[in-house]
């Protein structure tokens, strides 16, 4: 099974308005830390935020936002107010605390923001 | 440098040479991995390096490839005899190794490798 699964390839969304990115993983570790990674076409992968399982809140970085739905297993990243300059591939990651040391990526999503 | 710095940015290669890719991480991040990342796709995982000792080359893709890290820095990935299935771009990445779930990988901007 994929420890990551991202089910939107391509998303759209209108400048200023709101958007959800979706991620759902898989995991029986009883500890773990969810990443979301954005790949501007520069190439570069830039972090922006990270939920960790115990976590009790949801985490906010600014305009990003992290759903995240423990029993659902998903980790759904939130971009407010989106800009020109958010369009991009975002990518969500998931390391296991008994696999401590690899970044398990999920497909990406490819967002573009419409002026 | 302030980031992680991966030579060359691109590479165009002959099918059946074989290349090197360079990483340097960032200063003091103990931890360096390797990512591919074929058109359109997720990044797959290569190995990880853990000072100069690779405790994980599960994502080794075939033994064409292999890589070393010397001094604790800089690393390099070698594919030897390439193929075109081997067109990828090639990601690199280190952490400082806390053993905090919540560090981060900081990214190069990859090496976008094309076998012709």
């Known amino acids: 099974a994929q420890k990551i699964t991202q089910t939107q390839p391509g998303m759209f969304v209108q400048e200023k308005e709101a958007v959800t990115l979706d991620c759902t993983y898989d995991?029986?570790?009883?500890?773990?830390?969810l990443f979301w990674y954005k790949q501007p076409s520069s190439g570069e992968m830039i972090f922006l935020i990270y939920?960790?399982?115990?976590?009790?809140q949801n985490a906010t970085e600014g305009r990003y936002s992290l759903n995240f739905q423990k029993a659902r297993k998903s980790a759904n990243l939130v971009i407010s107010a989106s800009q020109l300059g958010d369009s991009a591939m975002y990518f969500c990651?998931?390391?296991?605390?008994?696999?401590?040391?690899?970044?398990?990526f999920g497909s990406g999503t490819k967002l573009n923001v419409k002026p | 440098g302030a980031g992680v710095s991966q030579s060359p940015s691109n590479k165009v290669t002959e099918k059946g040479k074989d290349v090197e890719l360079r990483c340097d991480p960032i200063?003091?991040?103990?931890?360096l991995y390797w990512y591919r990342q074929s058109l359109g796709q997720g990044l797959e995982f290569l190995i990880y390096?853990?000072?100069?000792?690779?405790?994980?080359k599960s994502g080794l893709p075939s033994d064409r490839f292999s890589a070393e890290r010397t001094g604790g820095s800089v690393s390099t990935l070698t594919i030897q005899r390439t193929q075109q299935e081997d067109s990828a771009v090639y990601l690199c990445?280190?952490?400082?190794?806390?053993?905090?779930?919540?560090?981060?990988?900081?990214f190069g901007q990859g090496t976008r490798l094309t076998v012709v």
């Open positions: 990445a280190s952490s400082l190794a806390t053993g905090q779930m919540n560090t981060e990988a900081f």
């Open positions: 995991t029986s570790d009883p500890s773990y830390g």
């Open positions: 939920q960790g399982s115990y976590d009790q």
């Open positions: 990651a998931m390391r296991e605390i008994y696999n401590f040391n690899k970044f398990y």
């Open positions: 200063s003091g991040h103990t931890a």
């Open positions: 390096f853990q000072g100069n000792s690779a405790p994980d």
